[in-house]
């Protein structure tokens, strides 16, 4: 009886560690633009093998971009009260200067064949789910 009740402790121990191990209950937490920044960076040196200056020049213009990006977030989240298609729609909007920016600074560094390569295939895989942002 003893031996039954102590594995089916073991078990149970067992079984909720891993949810502990987690952080405790599925808490979302955004990436850091440093980290935004090293999954580009992986991305662009896995598809193009750019030497270290346009490497360093991509890793500059994204790490300005998801700064721009996480300011632009807090506002928003801010002024729309918790609605989160209001906050969407006006990331939007607000982003979209900053995108231009960006891809200003992506493009020279590419050069135009590779940078549409980038666009159409491997700049969707860096939003959260790897597809376009939802609408």
């Known amino acids: 009886m003893k031996k039954t009740i102590i594995a089916l402790a073991v078990v149970m121990v067992a079984g909720i560690a891993p949810s502990f ?3 405790g209950g599925g808490g979302f937490q955004m990436p850091t633009p440093e980290e935004r920044v090293k999954r580009v960076h992986f991305k662009a040196d896995s598809a193009f093998k750019l030497d270290e200056a346009k490497m360093k020049d991509m890793d500059a213009a994204y790490l300005d971009y998801y700064k721009a990006q996480d300011k632009v977030r807090e506002e928003a ?3 729309a009260g ?3 298609d209001a906050m969407r729609a006006a990331m939007q909007e607000k982003m979209k200067p900053f995108m231009e920016t960006l891809d200003g600074k992506v493009k ?4 135009d064949d590779k940078f549409k390569v ?3 295939q491997i700049e969707p895989t860096l939003r959260g789910r790897g597809g376009p942002p939802r609408q």
């Open 108 to 111: 020279p560094i590419l050069g």
């Open 21 to 23: 191990a987690q952080g």
């Open 118 to 120: 980038w666009k159409e």
């Open 77 to 79: 989240m801010a002024s």
């Open 82 to 84: 918790g609605d989160r």
